[in-house]
């Protein structure tokens, strides 16, 4: 891998939890719109992490990922309760 792949992998594992975090947050505030169209980014994320973790394995695709998921989890609760707090939910579906 090179390190257009290593900055790939490590940007797709960060959208991919980032956006399952923020997925959750918006279940969970039953944000219906803004969950369906989080999931669809799910999927993408998902699939360009699958197509670049498939190439490489050992110790620098966990870093890479690893720290690309933990810091996308993180940003995911930061921007969803900044979110709430400037954009009050204002209708149901």
């Known amino acids: ?37 989080t999931s669809w980014g799910i999927t993408l994320a998902q699939y360009f992490f699958v197509k670049y973790a498939a190439n490489d394995g050992g110790a620098l695709f966990l870093a890479i990922s690893g720290t690309g998921g933990a810091l996308g989890i993180v940003s995911a609760i930061f921007v969803h309760n900044w979110m709430s707090n400037h954009f009050p939910k204002k209708d149901v579906i």
């Open 1 to 37: 891998m090179d390190t257009l792949d290593h900055m790939i992998l490590f940007t797709s594992s960060f959208a991919n939890v980032f956006l399952l975090g923020f997925n959750s947050k918006n279940v969970q505030h039953s944000r219906y719109w803004m969950a369906f169209f």
